[in-house]
């Protein structure tokens, strides 16, 4: 069923196939104006930035590509390594002609990706809004604090992710316990995300995601910290009860950036998009204005 599954229905989008990179890019946009690129995390896709898309603010173009290997975008030619996923954004970018005045959005690993973007061509980019992830420069100290969070899920994803993913219901149950009360999804959202890791592509994808991550990026986090400074506006939205990433890893005192802000929202968990959609578009829309 979930290999021949049909993109979610959202009024009045606009889709495509971009080729870029050797990745065939499956892109949803709404809206005219300042481009702003939305990038999802795991295990979602395009539909987690629903209502931006549905009702896009005056003045801007909202794009939220499916990363390489998810949602109905094809695999990468390549490793999920998030350098390597950024460049395929990059040439997404380029084809696409945005030029270099992008507004960037990120939550989970749209986010980690996000940060590799805007440090490595800042120039392209007049805002960073970054939900629920944390930030690369956050201390050993701080890390290996919270490093109980990271190997209560992310071990079983690198390892038997596939058929954790293509056979259970471990999924579902996850978007129940990952959210706050009172702001779950509704089944039929959970659907639409839980059913498209049950093709092969994009459960392999997801589970070298985080081999990835485990196996490549974290040992090389140790070995070389992250010294580049941020230079392009970056804000922080935080779902302060996310039990996968603590809050204290995306702390402004400890970000080496020149304009970085974080805030918490309480009653919210690690889903802030699908939780908190009006204020994840009240903050898009502020740093639209303070960067314009």
């Known amino acids: 069923m979930a290999a021949d599954q049909d993109p979610p229905v959202i009024a009045g989008v606009r889709r495509s196939f971009v080729e870029a990179r050797g990745v065939r890019f499956h892109v949803t946009e709404a809206g005219e104006g300042v481009p702003v690129l939305a990038l999802h995390g795991w295990p979602q896709h395009h539909y987690t930035y629903r209502d931006l898309l549905a009702d896009p603010p005056e003045g801007m173009r909202i794009i939220a590509p499916d990363l390489p290997g998810y949602g109905w975008s094809g695999p990468a030619p390549h490793r999920w390594a998030k350098d390597d996923v950024a460049s395929d954004l990059f040439a997404l970018m380029d084809v696409m002609r945005l030029g270099k005045d992008v507004l960037l959005v990120g939550h989970d690993w749209g986010g980690f990706v996000g940060y590799r973007m805007v440090l490595r061509e800042p120039e392209r980019f007049r805002g960073?809004?970054?939900?629920?992830?944390a930030h690369p420069w956050a201390p050993k100290g701080d890390v290996a604090r919270q490093a109980w969070r990271l190997l209560a899920y992310q071990p079983l994803m690198a390892s038997v992710g596939v058929p954790l993913q293509r056979r259970t219901r471990f999924l579902e149950w996850l978007f129940g316990a990952a959210t706050s009360e009172g702001h779950g999804m509704d089944r039929e959202?959970?659907?639409?995300?839980?059913?498209?890791?049950?093709?092969?592509?994009?459960?392999?994808?997801?589970?070298?995601?985080?081999?990835?991550?485990?196996?490549?990026?974290?040992?090389?986090?140790?070995?070389?910290?992250?010294?580049?400074?941020?230079?392009?506006?970056?804000?922080?939205?935080?779902?302060k009860d996310d039990a996968a990433v603590h809050y204290s890893l995306a702390a402004a005192e400890t970000a080496?950036?020149?304009d970085y802000t974080l805030e918490l929202v309480e009653g919210c968990g690690h889903f802030i998009v699908d939780e908190r959609p009006e204020l994840v578009r009240a903050r898009l829309i502020e740093l639209a204005a303070e960067t314009a």
């Open 256 to 258: 080496r950036a020149d």
């Open 189 to 239: 959202t959970v659907r639409v995300f839980s059913e498209r890791f049950r093709d092969p592509v994009v459960a392999r994808t997801a589970t070298d995601t985080y081999r990835t991550f485990l196996l490549k990026e974290v040992p090389a986090s140790i070995r070389n910290p992250e010294t580049r400074r941020a230079t392009v506006p970056v804000r922080a939205l935080f779902g």
């Open 128 to 133: 960073f809004l970054v939900l629920n992830m």
